[in-house]
């Protein structure tokens, strides 16, 4: 039996904090322990230890990819820089984002080539992974046909959610049509005339197709669905008739509020919220948490956010387990993956992260990965004030 135990730990679990050991057996959770500490144990001198942050969608990988415009790098080299990156900030799960739309050729593409393809290249990439990986699938709705490509989709286990991401030029998140028209005709050097014939007819072309059924009957109940940047009532009410169970970063306070008059999850980014509202203008986190609308976190683009976020929360009076339960146990949930991960319960996978604060984030110092010691960072262990538990 392979056992070991992480002693003098403040252990963040589900609904409560506290001060003690966790003993782990064949990569689960065997034993959790109140105020003991043993000698053979690893030290964890009071750091928090918390259930692996399951990260919902991160478009991280673009950044490895392209990290200018200009300059691309193997794709194999990019995931493996990401994955090392989230196990550094904590992240054990990690849904990155593809996106599945039609080009002018006919073909599935995403932001790097071919969607679909890079779906299907997860599948070996994440067989020699440190965290656990997951493609999330940013699905234009506005495009077919998708017969041949949604079967493809169910034969991967590199599947982990997808959710509508609506292309409609002047809708949802840059919803200032005539900025998008200028901005197009200033870069292709033609008159606003033309740029404008040019998005009404892509806008047309959107509006005529909604494949949002066909993704329904053939993935609900098998793949977790979600809906992208929904701005209106009408919007939200869409996606639930279509399958969806969750809202992502919803771009108005009215969405969001519907959302959970419908029973969706919510999810929003941790940069929006550490930073104390959205970068391009749309709904502030901190301002759908004061009202008790956002369920879940995701680091959208910057992995320390997630953590530095539940510091954050910490300093305004939210508890240390409800601001965790954000970024694990309720993604957890929507994913279906709550009975193995998520949390620190006994039987659970040993999905574990130890770290500190130093001014306003986090500092991780260990990372285990059902069981496995993933990180070992050679940093000074500060002792946490324990004053939560």
């Given at each position: 039996?392979?056992?070991q135990?992480?002693?003098?730990?403040?252990?963040?679990?589900?609904?409560?904090?506290?001060?003690?050991?966790?003993?782990?057996?064949?990569?689960?959770?065997?034993?959790?322990?109140?105020g003991?500490?043993?000698?053979?144990?690893?030290?964890?001198?009071?750091?928090?230890?918390i259930?692996?942050?399951?990260?919902?969608?991160?478009?991280?990988?673009?950044?490895?990819?392209?990290?200018?415009?200009?300059a691309?790098?193997?794709?194999?080299?990019?995931?493996?820089?990401?994955?090392?990156?989230?196990?550094g900030?904590?992240?054990?799960?990690?849904?990155?984002?593809?996106?599945?739309?039609?080009?002018?050729?006919?073909?599935?593409?995403?932001?790097?080539?071919?969607?679909?393809?890079?779906?299907?290249?997860?599948?070996?990439?994440?067989?020699?992974?440190?965290?656990?990986?997951?493609?999330?699938?940013?699905?234009?709705?506005?495009?077919?046909?998708?017969?041949?490509?949604?079967?493809?989709?169910?034969?991967?286990?590199?599947?982990?959610?997808?959710?509508?991401?609506?292309s409609?030029?002047?809708?949802?998140?840059?919803?200032?049509?005539?900025?998008?028209?200028?901005?197009?005709?200033?870069?292709?050097?033609?008159?606003?005339?033309?740029?404008?014939?040019?998005?009404?007819?892509?806008?047309?072309?959107?509006?005529?197709?909604?494949?949002?059924?066909?993704?329904?009957?053939?993935l609900?109940?098998?793949?977790?669905?979600?809906?992208?940047?929904?701005?209106?009532?009408?919007?939200v009410?869409?996606?639930h008739?279509?399958?969806?169970?969750?809202?992502?970063?919803?771009?108005?306070?009215?969405?969001?509020?519907?959302?959970r008059?419908?029973?969706?999850?919510?999810?929003?980014?941790?940069?929006?919220?550490?930073?104390?509202?959205s970068?391009?203008?749309?709904?502030?986190?901190?301002?759908?948490?004061?009202?008790?609308?956002?369920?879940?976190?995701?680091?959208?683009?910057?992995?320390?956010?997630?953590?530095?976020?539940?510091?954050?929360?910490?300093?305004?009076?939210?508890?240390?387990?409800?601001?965790?339960?954000?970024?694990?146990?309720?993604?957890?949930?929507?994913?279906g993956?709550?009975?193995?991960?998520?949390?620190?319960?006994?039987?659970?996978?040993?999905?574990?992260?130890?770290?500190?604060?130093?001014?306003?984030?986090?500092?991780?110092?260990?990372?285990?990965?059902?069981?496995?010691?993933?990180?070992?960072?050679?940093?000074?262990?500060?002792?946490?004030?324990?004053?939560?538990?």
């Amino acid at each position: 039996m392979n056992r070991q135990i992480l002693s003098n730990a403040t252990l963040i679990l589900p609904h409560r904090a506290l001060l003690g050991s966790l003993v782990i057996e064949d990569g689960r959770i065997a034993d959790i322990l109140d105020g003991r500490s043993y000698p053979d144990a690893v030290d964890l001198s009071g750091q928090f230890l918390i259930p692996g942050i399951i990260d919902m969608h991160t478009d991280y990988l673009e950044k490895e990819v392209n990290p200018r415009p200009s300059a691309a790098f193997p794709l194999p080299m990019a995931f493996h820089m990401m994955d090392l990156r989230a196990i550094g900030c904590g992240i054990t799960t990690v849904l990155g984002a593809a996106r599945i739309s039609r080009d002018h050729n006919g073909r599935p593409t995403g932001w790097n080539g071919d969607g679909l393809a890079l779906a299907k290249l997860y599948q070996e990439l994440r067989k020699t992974a440190l965290g656990r990986h997951y493609i999330h699938i940013r699905w234009n709705p506005n495009f077919e046909p998708v017969d041949d490509i949604l079967p493809e989709l169910l034969r991967l286990d590199s599947i982990g959610n997808l959710v509508y991401n609506d292309s409609t030029p002047g809708e949802r998140q840059f919803r200032n049509l005539e900025e998008q028209i200028q901005r197009y005709a200033q870069n292709h050097g033609i008159p606003l005339e033309e740029a404008r014939a040019h998005f009404d007819a892509r806008r047309d072309a959107a509006a005529s197709v909604n494949n949002r059924a066909a993704v329904h009957a053939a993935l609900a109940g098998r793949i977790p669905l979600g809906s992208h940047d929904d701005t209106t009532v009408e919007h939200v009410v869409e996606a639930h008739q279509f399958g969806s169970t969750l809202a992502e970063m919803p771009c108005s306070i009215e969405a969001a509020r519907k959302a959970r008059e419908l029973g969706m999850m919510v999810c929003m980014g941790a940069p929006n919220y550490y930073r104390g509202g959205s970068h391009c203008g749309n709904l502030g986190c901190p301002e759908a948490m004061a009202e008790g609308l956002v369920d879940i976190l995701c680091s959208d683009f910057h992995f320390p956010s997630l953590l530095a976020s539940a510091l954050k929360m910490m300093e305004t009076g939210i508890d240390l387990p409800a601001a965790i339960n954000m970024m694990s146990l309720h993604p957890a949930r929507y994913l279906g993956l709550d009975g193995e991960i998520g949390s620190i319960e006994i039987g659970k996978q040993a999905d574990l992260v130890a770290f500190h604060a130093r001014q306003n984030f986090a500092v991780v110092s260990n990372v285990w990965v059902e069981g496995a010691c993933r990180l070992r960072a050679g940093v000074v262990m500060e002792k946490v004030c324990a004053s939560i538990v």
